[in-house]
């Protein structure tokens, strides 16, 4: 059974900093291009950023220079750092672990509260 299960959710000042775990059972890790996605309330799930197998990273633009993300194979566990939280970040964010078209998984979500 795959699980992937976020973690490091929270509550945060604007300009305030959180990481986000993800840790994946169930899966082959290393296959897998894992990534960061998030829902506002009222808005559509977005791209926030995923990495290959190779670590190649890509982000959405919205985040760029603030978010990073990265990969522990040894581990099974991908992470999200951000950092210059602003309030527009307020999401749920869902980990996503992808190989093909059938082969595609997600977490069930954490919440980041940005918030004075």
């Known amino acids: 059974q795959v699980q992937l299960v976020e973690s490091g959710g929270g509550l945060v000042q604007p300009g305030g900093s959180l990481r986000l775990s993800c840790a994946a059972s169930?899966?082959?890790?290393?296959?897998?291009?894992m990534g960061w996605y998030r829902q506002a309330p009222g808005k559509q799930r977005e791209l926030v950023a995923t990495?290959?197998?190779?670590?190649?990273?890509n982000y959405a633009d919205s985040v760029k220079g603030r978010f990073t993300i990265s990969r522990d194979n040894t581990k099974n566990t991908v992470y999200l750092q951000m950092n210059s939280l602003k309030p527009e970040d307020t999401a749920a964010y869902y980990c996503?672990?992808?190989?093909?078209?059938?082969?595609?998984?997600w977490g069930k979500g954490a919440l980041v509260t940005v918030s004075p």
């Open positions: 996503n672990a992808n190989r093909n078209a059938i082969m595609n998984f």
């Open positions: 990495i290959t197998t190779g670590a190649r990273t």
């Open positions: 169930g899966i082959i890790f290393s296959i897998y291009t």
